[in-house]
């Protein structure tokens, strides 16, 4: 039965044989929950997080003990005041004079507790807001490599996860140094009240270690699974939140429902043998409370009775022992949130450490308007991982002004090309010159404002069209702005949006057609007015109509500057002044389209044999016309 009281869904095969069934969002949690209780790596590095703030932690700490001692006095002063203030024949000053202590010990216990939880949520609230903009600063300069290895699934939970696992654990802390104390100074209090009852009530203790210990090997392997059986089941939620529309061509509605079902009822039952689990400790401990408590009614009745111990020292006794097991739980739940905390750390010292291999040369200058506009590859070997280059000895250069088409079949490194003049990339051979320098003796932000780029799928981010087309160029005027959008021919389309250039677009631009958003990019770069434009051109399909706008846009965007174009349109291609014709990595031809087509080689073939791009070249001609360049 499930949790909503529903039957098991049902196997459809009459032989009982398994169905087969792709499974939905079965990604396992590999990630380690619980670490080390103390790594001193991880702590020596969050600990400069929080070491601005080190005086504040000074008058937390301060707080919790001025709080922990007005803990330990409230007993003491019931004490006095039933020995000696109510004693027959006492003063009444003195048990009004013990009042009105008890009164103020109360007044500083509130004000350093509230002193207390202020300053510590205030300090752990300031280091996460560093830590957290630490980390989104330095993933936007981490490397792309680092990047392509990692999920962003994971990148997200670690941003936000374990960043709130540190959070608890900051704020429970300062929390711990209190319990600590509290725990010795109650034990130091009832064996100076009387040692032997002291003794007596603290065999308890043993108890309450080993059903500690055996609880905790058990509440943790439930606590892992459920942690896990709980985000596969997230993991299945937002697959088919992402994946609605493949799920409703393909009809797959009904069974992952069933599936989802299942996981939903994993999920179910091992939460609820966790809760089971972590319920059962707070019976215990209340019943070894008990089990205490009696043992000082009895036995120090007995002594009260005997006279060895006074009645007002009894009570004080078992005011500490009710409070005696309150550190103790809070100190286990802080080992586990420790441990959290460290595995968390851990996590995110390594996002906080990963290098930026991509970095400005300490003497690195700045490219501007004395630097010419030209692109020159000289014996670039490049790969992503160094064994395999993509990119193979490949030279080639674009004058300033000039159209160069870079053609080739998919795969045969366009793309990693262009990363390489932005230097997304370090060559592992050769090197990608702009203005006349090599791209790694100047700095990055020169290098941004030299070149524009525009990839295929256009990067559309929620804001405003006049904030998307400013992306890159964030001093240009309202009017720079409308009239790169006219120049490019999305003038009239955004004024028909509602709100014209203040119209808010949805997350990636998802409610403009893909034109649009090509359109758009295009007005982005030419409102950067860099002088070097890098194009990645869409091989979507667009209509005829939509395709014309593009290339008049295209033909705008182009004028005065330098080009160089991942072509996939004939006409495009067409129009540049050379064409550089690229396969598996190495450049197999060079040269305007006349030359080309002279030549006999690939390119002329794909024109004669009236492809409709340059992705549909078969591999068998890939082979013959590597023979032929070779
Ligand atoms: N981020 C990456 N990490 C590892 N390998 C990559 C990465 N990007 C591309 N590659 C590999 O590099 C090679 C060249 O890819 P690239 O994207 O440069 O080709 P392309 O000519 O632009 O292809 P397409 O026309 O399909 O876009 C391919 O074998 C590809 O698998």
Redesign the pocket.
């Known amino acids: 039965m499930s949790p909503n009281g529903q039957a098991e869904p049902r196997d459809p095969h009459a032989d009982g044989r398994p169905r087969m069934r792709a499974v939905v969002g079965s990604t396992r949690v590999e990630e380690e929950i619980f670490g080390r209780v103390f790594d001193g790596k991880v702590v020596r590095r969050l600990w400069t997080f929080v070491a601005p703030y080190k005086g504040r932690v000074r008058i937390a700490v301060g707080a919790v003990l001025v709080f922990t001692l007005s803990q330990l006095l409230i007993p003491l002063l019931i004490r006095y005041a039933i020995d000696y203030g109510m004693a027959p024949g006492a003063p009444g000053w003195l048990l009004a004079g013990i009042v009105a202590l008890f009164a103020l010990v109360i007044a500083v216990n509130y004000g350093a507790s509230l002193l207390q939880e202020r300053i510590t949520g205030q300090v752990a609230e300031n280091v996460l807001f560093d830590i957290r903009r630490k980390m989104f600063g330095h993933l936007q300069h981490v490397s792309?490599t680092f990047m392509?290895q990692t999920e962003v699934g994971r990148l997200m939970s670690r941003l936000q996860g374990d960043v709130n696992s540190m959070q608890e654990f900051l704020e429970t802390s300062v929390q711990s140094v209190g319990d600590i104390a509290l725990l010795i100074g109650i034990v130091a209090v009832m064996l100076w009240l009387d040692w032997q009852l002291a003794l007596l009530v603290l065999m308890v203790l043993p108890i309450l270690l080993v059903v500690r210990v055996l609880w905790l090997a058990r509440a943790r392997s439930a606590f892992m699974a459920a942690h896990e059986a709980n985000s596969v089941t997230n993991g299945a939620l937002s697959e088919a939140i992402h994946g609605v529309r493949a799920i409703q061509a393909t009809r797959r509605e009904g069974l992952n429902a069933e599936l989802y079902a299942e996981l939903t009822e994993r999920t179910w039952r091992s939460q609820l043998r966790a809760s089971r689990l972590a319920q059962v400790m707070i019976p215990i401990v209340d019943t070894l409370t008990g089990i205490a408590m009696a043992v000082v009614v009895v036995a120090g009745g007995l002594m009260v009775v005997s006279g060895r111990i006074e009645v007002g020292a009894m009570v004080a006794f078992l005011f500490y022992i009710q409070r005696f097991f309150d550190p103790i739980r809070s100190l286990t739940m802080q080992y586990s949130v420790m441990q959290r905390a460290m595995a968390s750390g851990h996590r995110l010292t390594e996002v906080l450490d990963v290098e930026v291999d991509v970095e400005d040369a300490p003497d690195a200058v700045a490219l501007g308007p004395q630097d010419d506009a030209s692109v020159e590859f000289r014996g670039v070997t490049f790969g992503?991982?160094p064994a395999h280059p993509?990119l193979k000895d490949v030279s080639f250069s674009v004058a300033s002004g000039e159209r160069v088409a870079l053609v080739?079949?998919?795969?045969?490194?366009?793309?990693?090309?262009i990363s390489l003049i932005h230097r997304f990339y370090d060559v592992q051979d050769g090197s990608v010159r702009v203005g006349g320098h090599d791209v790694r003796d100047v700095t990055q932000e020169s290098l941004g404002r030299h070149i524009a780029m525009v990839l295929?799928e256009p990067y559309l981010f929620t804001g405003t069209v006049m904030e998307n087309i400013r992306y890159s160029s964030h001093w240009a005027s309202d009017t720079d702005v409308t009239e790169a959008a006219k120049a490019v021919g999305a003038h009239d389309f955004v004024e028909a949006m509602p709100l014209g250039y203040d119209t808010l677009l949805d997350e990636r631009g998802s409610n403009l057609s893909l034109g649009q958003r090509q359109l758009l990019s295009f007005a982005r770069a030419l409102a950067a007015d860099a002088r070097i434009l890098v194009l990645?051109e869409a091989?979507a399909n667009i209509d005829s109509y939509t395709e014309l706008q593009i290339q008049k846009a295209l033909q705008k965007l182009l004028e005065g500057r330098t080009g160089l174009v991942?072509a996939?349109r004939l006409a495009t291609i067409r129009n540049a002044d050379r064409i550089v014709v690229?396969q598996q990595?190495v450049k197999i031809e060079e040269g305007d389209h006349d030359a080309l087509m002279a030549r006999q080689g690939l390119y002329s073939k794909l024109f004669t044999l009236n492809h409709a791009s340059f992705?549909d070249i078969a591999e068998d001609l890939d082979e013959e016309e590597r023979k032929v360049a070779t």
């Open positions: 792309l392509d992503y991982d993509v080739g079949p998919t795969g045969s490194g366009k793309s990693s090309s295929q990645d091989t991942i996939h690229l990595g992705d």
